[in-house]
């Protein structure tokens, strides 16, 4: 386990990669490499995934496998800010992160250095808080949990069963998308402090070291924690942009889709050329985020499918 480092170092080089991949890019054509003509339901691609959702394209490969049999698809899982340094170097065809631009990335956009890219919402997943089966609380406020992760003081005293500032740990370090919504979604664009953050190297290896450290709290995914039993999510309370004061609830996909938990995250497909059914790319993305099969894999998955209609029967008060 290591200390977190910050991001902004891994863009230095980036305008000159994507300089140099512009002087020495060619016309496209829509041929592939033996000859023959790419479609969107025929060729080769490779999609680069963010490895914290890598599981969910499980369904969607089969599916579409079954329904595309003229396209061979390559999933390559990575870290979320390696495939995004290759997507904005225009080096890779299609991949899917469960991020939105980081603040550095948008910064370089919005001042005209990069270029957006297409992009299409797969689905919503949620940022999820998680503790051992013995940590002393059940539930917490999202607002202490922003103080803790920008080192602010005073937290603790909200919760005197904890014996110190609780060490909050991630997978994939700074480059990770886990980081990159810490970030975006929990502080507002701002980095987190170095100091409250570890990092390991996988989803597993957080669960690992939160059941052995109680005082630990682990941050994943409702994708990758909601059949986990050995773990306990935090619930949280939070105040709504309007001002409404939302109490805690159950760490579930229900009140995702409800709108009622506070650290959504937009899982996208991005491409690097404009939607063509002439691109095999641009018709997996198609296919994720329109099949019927696909998004409803998505829902049993225990997250919110960004292209269906889903209607919720609660029980009455």
């Given at each position: 386990m290591t200390l977190m480092s910050t991001p902004e170092g891994r863009l230095t080089h980036l305008l000159a990669i994507v300089l140099a991949a512009l002087l020495t890019s060619s016309c496209g054509t829509d041929d592939t490499p033996d000859g023959r003509t790419e479609t969107a339901v025929s060729g080769s691609v490779t999609v680069l995934v963010d490895q914290e959702i890598s599981p969910l394209m499980d369904s969607i490969l089969i599916y579409h496998g079954r329904e595309n049999p003229?396209?061979?698809?390559?999933?390559?899982?990575g870290l979320a800010g390696d495939i995004m340094h290759s997507m904005i170097s225009r080096t890779e065809r299609i991949a899917i992160v469960a991020r939105d631009y980081t603040a550095l990335e948008d910064s370089l956009i919005r001042a005209g250095e990069l270029d957006t890219?297409?992009?299409?919402?797969?689905?919503?997943?949620a940022l999820v808080f998680f503790v051992a089966k013995s940590f002393p609380y059940d539930t917490m406020n999202a607002e202490h949990i922003r103080s803790w992760l920008s080192a602010r003081p005073g937290v603790r005293s909200a919760y005197p069963k904890l014996s110190k500032d609780p060490v909050f740990v991630v997978s994939g370090g700074s480059a990770g998308s886990l980081y990159g919504n810490i970030s975006n979604v929990v502080l507002g664009g701002k980095a987190p402090a170095a100091a409250r953050l570890a990092s390991v190297?996988?989803?597993?290896?957080?669960?690992?070291?939160?059941?052995?450290n109680p005082e630990f709290i682990g941050v994943g995914y409702l994708s990758q924690l909601q059949k986990d039993t050995s773990v306990k999510p935090l619930r949280l309370s939070y105040t709504d942009p309007d001002g409404t004061h939302q109490w805690p609830k159950p760490v579930h996909s229900a009140y995702l889709m409800m709108g009622k938990y506070?650290?959504?995250?937009?899982?996208?497909?991005?491409v690097t050329s404009k939607p063509s059914q002439h691109d095999v790319a641009f018709g997996f993305m198609q296919f994720a985020t329109r099949s019927n099969k696909a998004q409803y894999s998505l829902f049993n998955a225990g997250i919110e499918p960004a292209h269906a209609k889903i209607t919720l029967y609660l029980p009455e008060d």
């Open positions: 003229k396209v061979n698809v390559t999933v390559r899982p890219l297409p992009r299409a919402l797969v689905a919503r997943d190297a996988t989803h597993a290896d957080v669960v690992s070291q939160v059941r052995a506070p650290f959504p995250v937009p899982i996208f497909a991005y």
